[in-house]
């Protein structure tokens, strides 16, 4: 079973930058599809970006033109560089990975996936 571990979570300032890593124990068919999901407090968990293939990252609105998602296949870690942090930002964010195509990442099942992270802490002050 593929192992996630996350790290490079801290407090920022807002407008600040923080780069999230995510170790994989190895990359196979079930990492086809890598992504973050984030869930602050009091909210539902939601997928905010996915990646397959260098040209193929997608993104949730609430991130699009600030998170930009990477992976390094010799490295088998995926990344999160997160620019221009805003309090909304705060959350807990979990990598994760899935056999099946990133289409639909937002709405896909947490639980369902192939492989889960235990989460790293983010937090944004004004």
């Known amino acids: 079973q593929v192992q996630l571990v996350e790290s490079g979570g801290g407090s920022v300032q807002a407008g600040g930058s923080l780069r999230l890593s995510c170790a994989a124990s190895e990359f196979t068919y079930k990492t086809y599809c890598m992504g973050w999901f984030r869930q602050a407090p009091g909210k539902e968990r939601e997928g905010i970006a996915a990646?397959?293939?260098?040209?193929?990252?997608t993104y949730a609105d609430s991130v699009k033109g600030r998170f930009t998602i990477s992976k390094d296949n010799a490295k088998f870690t995926l990344y999160l560089q997160m620019n221009s942090l805003q309090p909304d930002d705060t959350a807990m964010y979990y990598c994760?990975?899935?056999?099946?195509?990133?289409?639909?990442?937002?709405?896909?099942?947490?639980?369902?996936?192939?492989?889960r992270g235990q989460g790293t802490l983010v937090n944004v002050s004004s």
């Open positions: 994760a990975a899935d056999g099946r195509h990133c289409r639909g990442w937002a709405f896909r099942p947490f639980n369902a996936l192939d492989a």
């Open positions: 990646i397959y293939s260098p040209d193929s990252a």
